[in-house]
């Protein structure tokens, strides 16, 4: 069974830090990571993704990529309220492009 | 633009009964999914549907059927309920192989 590895958390911030999330795979062959946010109630919806090994920038975010080490991380950079939710990190597995397999997912909660 | 859209919202089923959940997506994406998401276990997949025409077992299939009855619909069934079936179930819909989810509103279902 491939296995992706989140915190449960909760991780808490104060506004305007900088929230680190972090995401270990199993799935050596694994070529697609995604991170979503989940709000309370609500379905996950995509805030990035990343394919190559570095770094990927948009806006406030950052995802992180390290093959060799089966890592993948995201940076929130001043971090908002409106950030507090759940973080799903989630990797194509078993060879194939067409099943994610999603983490448990990271808290992460901003306070004012 | 609809997305991936979910029906019902919410069910009470009893345990035995049966019921079919409904999925549409109008983004002529080729893949659908079927995920169900429990308190600590996080979305876990059910049944998939690569292409039209082709569906494949996922994570946690057992009790479930699943109909992909054009590239717009998918539907899951569940034959005889159980409790243990109690959660809520996601319908998501893809484009090609690396690119993200595109996630439904999900459906709450209680098994009494």
């Known amino acids: 069974q491939k296995e992706v590895e989140q915190n449960s958390g909760p991780l808490s911030v104060p506004e305007g830090a900088i929230a680190s999330l972090n995401c270990t795979y199993s799935?050596?062959?694994?070529?697609?990571f995604f991170w979503y946010r989940q709000y309370s109630g609500k379905s996950p919806e995509l805030i990035m993704f990343i394919y190559s090994n570095g770094d990927k920038e948009d806006g406030r975010f950052t995802a992180q990529l390290n093959k060799a080490s089966q890592y993948v991380s995201l940076l929130i950079r001043d971090s908002q309220p409106s950030d507090s939710a759940t973080y799903l990190c989630a990797v194509n597995s078993g060879g194939s492009n067409y099943k994610l397999t999603f983490g448990k997912g990271t808290l992460l909660t901003v306070n004012p | 633009n609809a997305g991936v859209t979910q029906t019902p919202k919410f069910q009470v089923l009893k345990t035995g009964q049966s019921m079919t959940l409904q999925c549409a997506q109008d983004m002529n994406h080729n893949s659908m999914y079927w995920y169900r998401q429990d308190p600590g276990m996080g979305l876990r997949l059910i049944y998939y549907?690569?292409?039209?025409?082709?569906?494949d077992k996922g994570e946690v299939p057992n009790g479930y059927n699943v109909s992909r009855l054009n590239k717009r619909e998918f539907s899951l069934r569940l034959e005889s309920a159980a409790p243990s079936q109690t959660s809520v179930y996601f319908c998501?819909?893809?484009?090609?192989?690396?690119?993200?989810?595109?996630f439904g509103n999900g459906t709450r279902l209680t098994v009494t």
């Open positions: 799935d050596r062959g694994s070529q697609s």
């Open positions: 998501a819909s893809k484009e090609v192989d690396n690119s993200p989810l595109h």
């Open positions: 549907s690569a292409s039209e025409g082709t569906t």
